[in-house]
Structures are given as structure tokens and as C-alpha cells.
């Protein structure tokens, strides 16, 4: 395997992990757990609701950080990355 083609397909499981991570926060947490969540109050909010109006965000901000520095760290393992 090429250099390039391991330095694409690693990029591309830090991506699908993280997408998995957004999908079962946005949809499983805010959505098909939500009833589950609920009889867990997080700062006087039921969880479900939080995660529906608040936490997806929040865990969606925190993955494009954690995006962006796994792809600096990708780029310099690689020796492909910008000044």
C-alpha cells in the first residue's frame, strides 16, 4: 500500500468514527433514547432534551477540535503538512 492511499484511509476512519459519534448523539441521543434519558436531569433539564437542544452541539463543536487536531497529527506522521 502506498504512502498515500494508508494516509487516505486513515483519514477516512477518523471520519466515519467521527460521524458515528455525531449520529448516535444527534439521532440516538436526541431522539431514539431520548425517553430513556429523560429520567436523568443534568442542571435541572431532563438528559434527552438537553442532548436534543444543547449537547449535540456541544459534542459537535468538541469533534471539530478533535478533527482538526488528529488531522495535524495525520499530516505530520505523513510529512504533507502546511506551514
Do not use: P, T
Not at 30 to 35: C, E, P, R, Y
Not at 40 to 49: C, S
Amino acid at each position: 500500500m502506498s504512502n498515500g492511499e494508508e494516509y487516505w484511509r486513515r483519514n477516512l476512519r477518523l471520519i466515519i468514527g467521527c460521524l458515528i459519534v455525531w449520529f448516535v448523539v444527534s439521532f440516538g441521543f436526541g431522539i431514539l433514547l431520548a425517553d430513556a434519558l429523560n429520567g436523568i436531569r443534568l442542571g435541572g433539564y431532563k438528559l434527552g432534551f438537553w442532548f436534543a437542544q444543547q449537547g449535540s452541539i456541544y459534542i459537535f463543536v468538541a469533534l471539530i477540535f478533535f478533527y482538526a487536531n488528529k488531522m495535524n497529527s495525520l499530516d505530520k506522521e505523513f510529512d504533507v503538512e502546511e506551514d
